[in-house]
């Protein structure tokens, strides 16, 4: 079932939580709502399940127009931030409580129910009550009650955030197996890039109630669409400088910039992850900075290495590769050189538009 | 090791701030206690002497051989449980709205609702008389349908029922704020109606604090007195309660009478008070017991 966003917009008092917002989520697709707290992500996701009702557009299910719909009669599976887990509950009557209120017969329920507790690997705890089960255990049971009825779509709002590191990847990798069998258009909510480019097929960049950018996880990490998105995908090194007749001046290195071919320099940015930062000891262009090894973690896949440039007066994050790192036989206290492979660099929109 | 030294300089410090004179001690503790039993315990011990003294059989004659006497007793089991009753669902819906929606006006709501506790019952009762009275502004209205408000039942449960408004309200908002909406849109998006909603998710969730609002509000609904005492004109055998009764057989000089009546009325607050405690017993208990099982658990995984 594909889900289309027309023109949404949701004001609470004086607060803009979405600002005309138009997406479409295609069937069959596993969507990451990402974005910053206070981005409007939540209250879209809440829009679309119709638990809370926007301003003005309007929400298409397929074809149907559901923007008035009544949030039960809607078809969704909705997983809360928290679980909302009914307390009083066993996990049985948990799982069967969508089919019990649509008055299914006993039989068809007790098999369902058994199911799905299959399915979510908790076979044997129907009896517990909420109180009784540990945090992923929880979400799994949140999850049950949402698919036991059959739902049009799946939608979670920060599915994982309350979980720890291990659960939390066991989790993630056990959603997308669940997505790849039961095909069903998922939309997540969630604060954590890695997450949403674990997880998702697209993902939905939301800034302060606009949509930034929407993409596959390759193309929103390749090509930001705009400085936040960039900066959001975090870990990113920040250099200012300015822009010339279709030139990038960036410290001593240029870049071509066909978006600005005017004479007059205009201020930019430009952004450098850290893989795409190049360490040598010795300079092997007029592009190297020279700087002080300040600092080495080695702990990861790849050598974090800090670099602190004196002329700049700014520090550098920079990728090692472990190999790279032993040839070059790096100690904290080495001068350096850093040398950018590439950059994407962003004009401020507003000089922008001239 | 830090962390335990740490600890016990807290628990000295602690029992140290305790350490008051001995004779400070005594002073305070037999204070408590003088208070307790000449505020509390003598005054409820003399009313019992009082009404029984002359004998039980006197006892239960002064209660139920007079039908005035009989009569008030019923007019109190009838208006008290009507107006719990009213105000169990007064209290759901105000407790309701308040908490699930936002809408202009909310604050004034929730602050008005405060305004029984406020307000003088007398001067509530003196209101409903202006209002309903037969001199009163709908008092001809309402007579030209048959309705007597005042000087009849009605104007006691509605008496009872205003001055007694705010308790399971009170004792609902903030159960309801804590316990969130979270629930509630759950069992929604899952399909349930309303009434589902109702009685499957927000009514156990809510049971206990409600039971708590609505013996709090019985009790005092029993023994409501001036409110009652405008509206219903005190006519004996037919709009007298309890209370009023007891004030009026005292006026009489007849204390063993009065008494009676005042001992039945405070068993049943003292049974209130019983079933109050009980359940906070309860409610204790299966705190205890569900801390533990949640404890255990996150021992075991």
Known sequence: ?354 | MQGSTHHHSLRTDATGMHQEPFWVRCVLIGMAYVIVLGLIFIPLIYVFYQALAPGVSVFLDNLFGDPDTRHAIWMTLTVAPIAVLLNTIFGLAAAWTLTRFRFPGRGTLLTLLDVPFAISPVVAGLMFVLLFGMQGYLGPFLRDYGIQLIFSWPGLVLATTFVTLPFIARELIPLMQAIGPDEELAAVSLGASPWQLFWQITLPNIRWGLLYGIIQCNARAMGEFGAVFVVSGHIAGETDTMPLRVEKLFQEYNNPGSFAVAVLLTLMALSTLLAKVLLEHYLAAQDAARLEEASSVEGTT
């Open chain 1, 1 to 354: 079932m594909s889900i289309a966003i027309r023109s949404i917009t949701k004001k609470f008092g004086e607060f803009t939580a979405l600002d005309n917002v138009s997406l479409e989520v295609p069937s069959g697709c596993l969507l990451a709502l990402l974005g910053p707290s206070g981005s409007g992500k939540t209250s879209l996701l809440r829009i679309i399940a119709g638990l809370e009702h926007a301003d003005q557009g309007s929400v298409l299910f397929q074809d149907e127009d559901v923007t008035l719909q009544a949030a039960r009669d809607r078809g969704v599976g909705f997983v809360f931030q928290h679980y909302a887990l009914f307390k009083h509950m066993t996990v049985f009557d948990n799982v069967a409580f969508g089919m019990k209120v649509r008055s299914l017969p006993k039989q068809e329920i007790h098999a369902r129910v058994h199911e799905l507790l299959g399915l979510v690997r908790l076979e044997g705890l129907g009896h517990r009550y909420p109180a009784e089960l540990s945090g992923g255990q929880r979400q799994r049971v949140a999850l049950a009650r949402a698919l036991a009825v059959r739902p049009r779509m799946l939608l979670l709002d920060e599915p994982f955030g309350a979980l720890d590191a291990k659960v939390r990847q066991e989790l993630r990798s056990w959603l997308r197996r669940l997505h790849e069998e039961m095909h069903v258009t998922t939309v997540f909510v969630t604060h954590d890039q890695e997450e949403a480019f674990e997880v998702a097929d697209r993902v939905v960049v939301m800034r302060q109630g606009r949509i930034e950018q929407v993409g596959t996880p390759q193309e929103v990490f390749d090509h930001p669409a705009t400085p936040f998105v960039m900066d959001f995908l975090g870990n990113v090194n920040v250099f200012h400088g300015r822009v010339q007749a279709g030139t990038a001046h960036v410290g001593p290195f240029q870049l071509a910039y066909d978006d600005y071919l005017h004479d007059e320099p205009r201020q930019a940015t430009a952004y450098v992850r850290p893989h795409e930062l190049e360490i040598e000891r010795n300079p092997s262009s007029t592009a190297s900075l020279q700087g002080t090894l300040v600092q080495l973690n080695p702990s990861g896949a790849v050598v974090k290495v800090r670099v602190q440039l004196d002329e700049y007066g700014i520090e550098l994050t920079v990728d090692v590769v472990r190999e790279q790192w032993q040839v070059l036989a790096l100690r904290a206290g080495d001068v350096v050189y850093v040398r950018p492979k590439s950059a994407r660099v962003f004009m401020p929109s507003a000089e922008y538009s001239i």
